[in-house]
């Protein structure tokens, strides 16, 4: 049994308006025949997905069809105290009457949440987290060279100019001289199938905290860790190279320390009061908590991620975020009228090589697809499709979802006149939805990918989950 966290131990924020951005979006309407399929395409504004999860998986009992739609075997929740705090606020911190689908999710009541620690360091009282330096008050951070030689691996220790330290009021101070970026950054857990929240994250160059240091020699990576319990067991370290932090690749945000999320200070339930932020990044690279940060010329990744949950090879410690889609499969929907529009919905996240446009395909109508396993994404009928291509719905008025205080173009990727210079931007989502009309009766499956602009289609170029998990959805429809 799940126990639901007690929420009144996490911060709240009451940004977000009643009504989202997105609602009052028609639903679909009649649209050009294509043999038994006609589609319409609409802007985005269908329930968000992990609300949806929520109503089906409600007093679920054991029905297997029912099983929460988060990528993990439930042999998997059971042994992993991560995974289930990740499903408790994905799955029930929501409701679909009061959630659709908008850029930004509340950090805190639609967000879900992947976390370690015993206990986790946000539910700790407010005493506890002050004593552990995680409040505005008490919070720094300390920046040193690692002493580490080990030859032939590491034949000199990384020197610096002088070891620095840092108070919030400090940080931001360096940010006002120096500069902040403002980044919106979809969360997700290399191993969960879909994005666990997005926001508007600001913070200080990495780059520019590490030049405090003066001069820098024989460094090779940059480890950072947060706090974990003062228990070494508990440490969970991550890491980008030289080259990461101090050169981005062109047209990306860089890695940064924020202290900031849609306007205001991080919440601890998103690692506040500081985060390191790597946007091209799985969540285990965005450390929480952050308080240290070591220069070393030891080349070797010692990332805590590449050793722990478990198959034989392990976590991919320099996994980049990947593109593709997800797809709202609405278990326990109710049939659909012949000729009626299903909606078929999702997010798409722009990873490394961005979106060209999306597919979806039709299998159906089979009595077999009532019960059908799932095909795996190399099978040849899945292969082979035929697959129908669809646009990526336009860049929505930014000036009406981001927060108060903060303008489209000061945000990383908007241009000077409010327009995105790609969408989604970078390492973010985007909502999407069609209209599909089904002319027979039966059971169909619909299932929709990405396709980036190198021609890639989900998941290619790298199926392999240990880097990164987009396998292809499936929503399944019964039309009567």
């Not at 220790?157 to 101070?173: H, N, Q, Y």
């Not at 969970?236 to 890695?255: I, N």
């Not at 849609?262 to 932020?277: A, D, L, Q, S, T």
């Amino acid at each position: 049994m799940v126990e639901i966290p007690d929420f009144a131990k996490m911060d709240r924020t009451d940004q977000f308006p009643t009504d989202c951005p997105t609602r009052g979006v028609p639903p679909p309407g009649p649209g050009p025949r294509a043999g038994a399929v006609g589609v319409t395409q609409h802007r985005a504004g269908s329930l968000a997905r992990l609300s949806a999860i929520s109503r089906h998986v409600a007093g679920s009992g054991s029905n297997p069809m029912d099983a929460p739609d988060i990528g993990a075997s439930a042999e998997a929740w059971g042994e992993d105290r991560m995974m289930m705090d990740g499903i408790k606020h994905v799955m029930w911190s929501t409701t679909p009457e009061a959630a659709c689908r908008s850029l930004l999710t509340d950090p805190v009541t639609n967000w879900g949440t992947v976390t370690r620690g015993v206990p986790p360091g946000h539910l700790l009282s407010d005493a506890a987290r002050a004593v552990a330096g995680l409040t505005a008050e008490t919070w720094s951070l300390e920046v040193a060279a690692d002493p580490y030689e080990e030859p032939p691996h590491v034949r000199e220790a990384t020197e610096i100019g002088k070891a620095v330290r840092l108070t919030l009021p400090e940080l931001r101070a360096l940010g006002a001289r120096a500069g902040t970026v403002k980044v919106v950054k979809a969360m997700q857990c290399l191993n969960v199938d879909t994005p666990l929240g997005q926001g508007v994250w600001e913070g200080v160059p990495l780059a520019t905290v590490l030049r405090e240091c003066g001069t820098i020699t024989a460094c090779r990576r940059i480890n950072y860790w947060g706090w974990h319990n003062d228990d070494p067991e508990q440490v969970f370290r991550s890491s980008v190279s030289y080259t990461e932090a101090f050169e981005p690749v062109p047209g990306e945000p860089p890695v940064f320390l924020a202290f900031s999320l849609n306007g205001k200070p991080i919440p601890p339930v998103r690692g506040g009061p500081v985060r390191m932020i790597v946007p091209f990044g799985h969540g285990f690279k965005s450390v929480k908590f952050l308080q240290q940060i070591r220069l070393t010329n030891d080349y070797r990744i010692s990332d805590t991620y590449a050793s722990i949950e478990g198959s034989a090879e392990g976590n991919d410690p320099t996994s980049v975020q990947k593109t593709y889609t997800t797809v709202d499969r609405m278990l326990g929907a109710a049939p659909s009228a012949r000729g009626e529009p299903i909606t078929l919905s999702g997010v798409l996240t722009s990873g490394r090589t961005p979106p060209s446009h999306l597919e979806y395909w039709v299998r159906g109508p089979d009595p077999a697809l009532e019960r059908a396993s799932p095909l795996e994404d190399d099978d040849s009928a899945l292969l082979a499709g035929p697959w129908v291509r669809f646009e990526i719905p336009p860049p929505p008025q930014l000036a009406g979802m981001l927060p108060a205080g903060i303008k489209p173009a000061d945000v990383f990727g908007v241009n000077a006149a409010g327009v995105p210079e790609r969408w989604p931007l970078p390492f973010s989502y985007s909502p999407w939805q069609i209209g599909i009309r089904l002319s027979q009766p039966g059971f169909y499956e619909i299932r929709a990918r990405t396709v980036d602009i190198a021609g890639n289609a989900q998941p290619q170029p790298r199926p392999n989950p240990k880097n990164g998990r987009n396998s292809i959805d499936t929503r399944r429809v019964q039309i009567v």
